[in-house]
Nanobody, 116 residues
């Protein structure tokens, strides 16, 4: 299973981006898909997750600003990020939990940089 992220970039504070992550390969079923981020010198942290049943979880720091969604037909998860702040600057990683054995896969990451 391969995960390919896109949509990162440099944006001014208050701006928006839409991150995408497409899964491909031997996929029978994808359980949870999500986004994590890692800022320099910090641990990777959960941003948002969405289950196969469309239940969502968000980090408190991004609630009301970020929205996660998924297109099961395309095996793709999206993250709409609005009202960006400099502290949102990080590499954003896509994660997918796949199949009955719940194997976890990660994408290569996409950089989001927010200037003040």
């Amino acid at each position: 299973v391969q995960l390919v992220e896109s949509g990162g970039g440099l944006v001014q504070a208050g701006g928006s981006l839409r991150l995408s992550c497409a899964a491909s390969g031997s996929i029978f079923s994808i359980n949870t898909m999500g986004w994590y981020r890692q800022a320099p010198g910090k641990q990777r942290e959960l941003v948002a997750e969405v289950t196969s049943g469309s239940s969502t979880t968000y980090a408190d720091s991004v609630k009301d600003r970020f929205t996660i969604s998924r297109d099961n037909a395309k095996n793709t998860v999206y993250l709409q990020v609005n009202s960006l702040k400099p502290e949102d600057t990080a590499v954003y990683y896509c994660k997918a939990v796949v199949g009955p054995t719940r194997l976890t896969y990660w994408g290569q990451g996409t950089q989001v940089t927010v200037s003040s």
